[in-house]
């Protein structure tokens, strides 16, 4: 189809093709020893060899059948090189004149017989004992070819050959021939062709026709292209569903662990810290969990720098597709799946409203955390040190959510790792759209207290109200941030190297 309908040359490689594949050969070019044994239509090939003396016996393949004329052609060579000549009384091997063995002609019937009158045989001893300037690399191959065809007694196509088959006498007659005749006359005439009607800049008309194609070639729309590269990163995706199941099965256990371990949280001193333990372990689990997706990019960089140097897709294209249909099914999901299962275990406020705040919070943190990672395994090629460098983020960003250090106590020049931090912004979300209006009720030592959660909150350093803003806004922020910044670094820092 490239070939006949769009006008392009085809070039590739195929071993021992079925019959019903050779058929398909419009042209044929047979060597032997880098020499033209036919070259021309296929369709004429099987009646030139008939022509000549050798048919291809019935049930035989075209290909095999050539193949192993050649291959015996360039035997009878090698064998006729090493054999003494029998033409003249004396020889001379290694500069000492020897008297040759007498032979008598006999008139050549054949078409294709040798050019010189000696013998078409000659036994394994007589050819060692006449060329001893081979080597014994050749003469151990020679021995093993030899014990490979005694061994070989099934019928092949070498058994419908005559016993002489020489590789000058098939050149030469393939030479002599019409098809060779027409096929120069072809070359010269093209030859001439192009050359009359080259342009200016001296290229023929056949190459300037298909530079002025490549030219006026036009890329894929962009929804082409990001149809066909979703399709190609969904098909990545379900054909290897280990990790992807790992975090949907992950996800499902480990809310019904979290949900048996805190079942129905009290409104007392120890539910209050039962929540900041459940709300930190749930953020510190999918944090880490992000880390699974350094490889993913990693594993397609060197097909990418190639196919995007040969245009065949734009950096925006691809990074979409990337995003779309690898950082959402593997973060978005598995956090739907795990807040939809652990909220009503846990007996956080039963409410529909405080219920999509707590959904939108989790989802907002891993996808932040996700654009964290894919920018690391875009920015940094070995996978190792990004590995390294994304488990220190991480666990920065641990550490300045609110639960190890106190805000308040820490000196205000640090204060912005804690406005920077999206552990602390998700944190802290998650706390005020929970314990905002809650009230602790503690009996100790025989008093009542009742404790307003917000304040305890404000103890901690969290501020009672800052769900909306700066929280979710934060978060917002910095995932649109980093996706920017990955773009920007896959565009102009991801090229191959030439």
């Known amino acids: 189809t490239l070939a006949r309908d769009y006008n392009r040359t085809v070039v590739f490689t195929i071993h021992q093709p079925r019959s019903n594949i050779v058929a398909l050969f419009d042209q044929l070019v047979l060597l032997a020893k880098g020499r033209v044994v036919f070259s021309g239509p296929f369709a004429q090939c099987q009646s030139y060899f008939e022509g000549i003396g050798f048919p291809c016996p019935t049930g035989f393949n075209i290909a095999d059948y050539l193949v192993d004329l050649t291959v015996k052609a360039s035997e009878q060579e090698v064998s006729q090189r090493n054999s003494q000549p029998s033409s003249s009384t004396h020889s001379v091997h290694d500069g000492v004149p020897r008297t040759g063995k007498n032979h008598s002609e006999q008139p050549n019937t054949d078409r294709l017989a040798p050019p010189t009158a000696g013998p078409a045989h000659t036994s394994r001893e007589e050819v060692n004992s006449s060329a001893p300037s081979k080597s014994l690399l050749e003469q151990g191959a020679e021995f093993f070819m030899h014990k490979m065809r005694a061994g070989n007694s099934g019928p092949t196509a070498v058994d419908a050959f005559p016993k002489d088959v020489h590789l000058d006498a098939l050149v030469k007659t393939y030479a002599e021939s019409e098809i060779a005749k027409h096929v120069k006359q072809e070359i010269t005439s093209t030859t001439v062709t192009n050359g009359t009607q080259a342009n200016g800049s001296g290229q023929m008309r056949d190459v300037t026709e298909e530079t002025n194609v490549l030219r006026g070639r ?38 019904i662990v979290c949900g048996l371990l805190v079942h129905n949280v009290t409104n007392d001193i120890p539910g209050f810290q039962n929540r900041l333990g459940f709300f930190f372990f749930t953020l510190s689990l999918f944090g880490f969990a992000c880390l699974s997706s350094l490889g993913l990019f990693a594993n397609e960089r060197i097909l990418f720098m190639r196919e995007r140097a040969n245009g065949y897709y734009a950096s925006g294209t691809y990074f979409t597709s990337k995003v779309l249909f690898d950082v959402v099914p593997l973060r978005v999901v598995p956090a739907l799946v795990y807040g939809s299962i652990v909220y009503g275990l846990v007996g956080l406020v039963p409410s529909i409203a405080q219920f999509w705040k707590f959904l939108l919070a989790l989802v907002l943190f891993n996808l932040t955390a996700a654009s964290v990672v894919l920018f690391v395994s875009i920015a940094i090629e070995n996978t190792a040190v990004a590995g390294l460098v994304g488990t220190l983020i991480m666990l920065e960003n641990l550490l300045f959510a609110g639960l190890l250090v106190n805000r308040n106590a820490v000196a205000p020049y640090l204060d912005w790792l804690f406005s920077l931090s999206f552990f602390h912004a998700a944190y802290e979300g998650m706390l005020v759209n929970e314990l905002r209006y809650l009230t602790l009720k503690e009996r100790k030592f025989g008093v009542d207290l009742d404790v307003a959660a917000a304040a305890i909150l404000s103890s901690f350093g969290f501020q009672a109200q800052a769900f909306w803003w700066p929280d979710m806004i934060t978060l917002g922020i910095l995932c649109t941030t980093m996706l920017i910044l990955a773009f920007l670094w896959l565009h102009f820092f991801v090229k191959e190297k030439r």
Request: charge should be positive; aromatic fraction near 14%.
């Open 218 to 255: 036009r890329r894929a729309s962009w929804a082409t292209q990001f149809k066909i590269l979703s399709g190609r990163a969904f098909k990545n995706l379900y054909r290897d569903p280990a990790l992807m199941t790992a975090h949907y099965v992950a996800s499902i256990v480990i809310a």
